[in-house]
């Protein structure tokens, strides 16, 4: 943990374990299992009428009823290159699906004729009135240039405001370096409209050797991203060893993988020349060592856990199995608080649902989808 917060931890971890109050924390919700039964699900969006659409990273789509009834894989969805970390990854519902029934997913996409080479893609699909079968498929991006790498697909999907899409791509490990050239989508958000089509005021439209796509750059592995309340665009990112990212990632900004980081090498020493800072490149809003790898991030907008969560972030971590709830004043991390320690899941994904309550997916061979209930 960043050292800044070290005794403020200890006492909100303790306060967690022991009595579920310290340095004015609240008690800890009380998780519900919804479902379980997932192959280690990726991504979770809401359905009308309290209904879920999750993915399965092996490559399924499933609806999830009200009652918690979990249907048959949905059919209709494109080759899908499952291996590693790739797979059918995140899935979101269009804001006005009630209309026109558009669902986004992105899935690591196999180069065409069966090479090993694979991307990340973004699809658009109509889910069909009985939700059983994808309608209309549509592939409205795909990473370039193709490579044979089983890691670092990214892959997190936010619909913002102006109706455009934002769509988190990793630096596919061991191409890092591409992270910081804009010929090419390693390590980049990009922005696109929904119909693929690029807007006019990205900032590198018009950029000679500059893909339009893109958004911002200098990123690793980003698993996490939300819109906060002004608009804006956070996401957070993998590091190597140490060095996981919170990043508010701005329209043209470089973020500094590989050539700033404050991580190092699997094993120990060194990335590049063990630069923390250079100018031109952004420093993270906030960083993790060790690394706690983060993936699923939502902001909470509502008021069912109490005022002192309203506003809070909520980010799951892979590797230790919690759900870290975050305080922020002015923009900046003031106090981390560590929930479902218990039952040390993966936690995969984290969203505010249509009710105010928070939804978490856990990855694993038995996943499961948890409603946390407040006390």
């Excluded at 579920?20 to 969006?45: E, K, T, Y």
């Excluded at 989508?185 to 006019?200: A, L």
Aim: with cysteine.
């Amino acid at each position: 943990m960043h050292s800044k917060f070290g005794a403020r931890w200890w006492c909100t971890r303790a306060g967690w374990l022991i009595a579920g109050v310290c340095c004015g924390a609240i008690a800890a919700p009380r998780p519900v299992i919804l479902v379980s039964g997932f192959d280690h699900p990726w991504g979770v969006s809401f359905l009308p009428e309290g209904r879920f659409l999750v993915t399965e990273r092996p490559g399924r789509l499933r609806v999830v009823e009200a009652d918690g009834k979990l249907g048959a894989a949905v059919t209709g969805l494109p080759a899908i290159a499952a291996g590693g970390q790739g797979g059918l990854l995140d899935v979101l519902v269009d804001s006005a699906f009630v209309r026109n029934r558009t669902v986004y997913f992105c899935f690591s996409e196999p180069e065409a004729g069966g090479g090993s080479a694979n991307s990340t893609a973004l699809a658009s699909a109509q889910l069909s009135a009985d939700r059983s079968r994808l309608e209309g498929l549509k592939i409205l991006f795909s990473q370039k240039p193709k490579f044979a790498s089983r890691s670092h697909f990214g892959c997190r999907i936010v619909e913002s405001g102006d109706g455009n899409l934002f769509l988190t791509l990793g630096d596919r490990f061991s191409r890092k370096e591409d992270a910081q050239t804009l010929d090419n989508h390693h390590g980049k958000v990009i922005r696109i409209r929904k119909d693929g089509t690029v807007p006019n005021d990205n900032p590198f439209v018009g950029k000679a050797g500059a893909l339009p796509e893109i958004w911002s750059y200098g990123h690793r592995n980003g698993q996490g991203a939300a819109l906060a309340s002004d608009g804006r665009f956070w996401m957070t990112e993998h590091g190597p060893q140490g060095g996981d990212e919170i990043n508010v990632a701005q329209a043209g900004r470089n973020y500094g993988w590989p050539v700033i980081t404050y991580g190092e090498n699997y094993g120990g020493g060194k990335i590049g020349d063990g630069l923390t800072a250079k100018d031109g490149m952004e420093q993270p809003l906030h960083y993790w060592v060790p690394s706690i790898a983060p993936s699923g991030m939502t902001f909470l907008t509502s008021d069912r856990y109490g005022a002192g969560w309203k506003g809070n972030l909520f980010v799951g971590s892979l590797k230790f199995g919690y759900l870290d709830r975050i305080e922020l004043k002015n923009g900046k991390v003031v106090a981390e608080h560590k929930l479902l320690q218990e039952g040390r899941a993966r936690i995969r994904d984290v969203k505010q649902g249509p009710d105010g309550l928070l939804y978490v997916l856990t990855d694993e061979s038995n996943g499961q989808l948890i409603r946390l209930m407040p006390d």
